[in-house]
């Protein structure tokens, strides 16, 4: 089962795939999570990463397409991914079905998360995320159970660098140009599920679990 979850940032992606994963047998693959850990560990790809990062912009399909296939590869076959910020061009999305294609495989639901420009910078400047783990809060609408201390009790609370609001019009403004493409992309293939973003985390949780309910076999 390959799942590619859609959405502009800052939509929920995280942290409804960490939700995701713990009601079914599948694994969380996220790129932009991946991409901070090579720069976190200083290696090549994630100094290339780096600027454009930064600044809210693509990194380039190359980079990203072997970075993503050799993680596939990494982690084998399990019960299956949920790919979360990939891919993010048409051209990505072009690579990743003939990468699968040549394992017999294919995605098989792209779900799009959909939310309001509006809410969207909001979401994103108030994201607060464990500097361990990643866990993604909100200082309204998620906050942690201790004032910048992660639930899980491993880490302080971070701003990501991108989080400010002059790169977040920029990220948004990508996403439109760039990736809101992908949309028309899976829903010729006939493979794409809408869900509506725009209300709390737990609803939009239910209608997660309504549609994949129907398709992934629960735990
Ligand atoms: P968000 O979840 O807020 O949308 P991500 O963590 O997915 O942000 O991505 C952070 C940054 O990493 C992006 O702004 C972009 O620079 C880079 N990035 C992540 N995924 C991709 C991708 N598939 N293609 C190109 N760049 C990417
Ligand atoms: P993405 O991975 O799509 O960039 P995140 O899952 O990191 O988005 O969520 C962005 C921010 O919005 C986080 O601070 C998160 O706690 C908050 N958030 C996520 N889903 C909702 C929701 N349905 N309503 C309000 N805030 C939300």
Redesign the pocket.
């Known amino acids: 089962m390959i799942i590619v979850f859609l959405g ?3 939509a929920g ?2 942290t409804q795939c960490k939700m995701l994963v713990d009601r079914y047998n599948m694994l969380h693959i ?4 991946i ?2 850990r090579h720069r976190k560990e200083g290696t090549e790809l994630g100094q290339k ?1 780096q600027s ?2 930064d600044a ?4 380039p ?1 190359d980079l ?1 397409v072997a970075m ?1 296939i050799e993680e596939m590869k990494k982690i084998g076959q399990g019960g299956g991914f949920i790919l ?6 048409i051209g ?1 999305a072009r690579e990743l079905d003939a990468a699968l294609e040549k394992e017999g495989k294919s995605v098989d639901v792209a779900l799009c998360l959909e939310v309001d420009d509006s809410k969207l910078e909001e979401r ?1 400047t108030g994201r607060r995320s464990c500097s361990v783990c990643g866990k993604a809060y909100h200082i309204q609408f998620n906050p942690p159970r201790q004032k910048n201390q992660c639930d899980n009790g491993c880490g302080p609370l971070v701003q990501r660098p ?1 989080d400010t609001e002059d790169v977040v019009r920029n ?1 948004i403004k ?1 996403y439109h140009d760039q990736t809101a493409p992908l949309v028309a992309y899976y829903q010729n293939k006939g493979n794409l599920q809408s869900i509506n973003g725009d209300v709390g985390i737990e609803q939009v949780r239910e209608s997660l679990f309504e549609v994949l309910d129907k398709i992934v076999p629960a735990r």
Do not use: E, H, N
């Open positions: 502009p940032p800052g992606k995280g996220s790129s932009g999570d991409l901070r990463a454009y990062m809210g912009d693509l990194v399909d990203i993503m979360d910020g990939f891919p993010r061009t990505q994103i991108d990220r990508t």
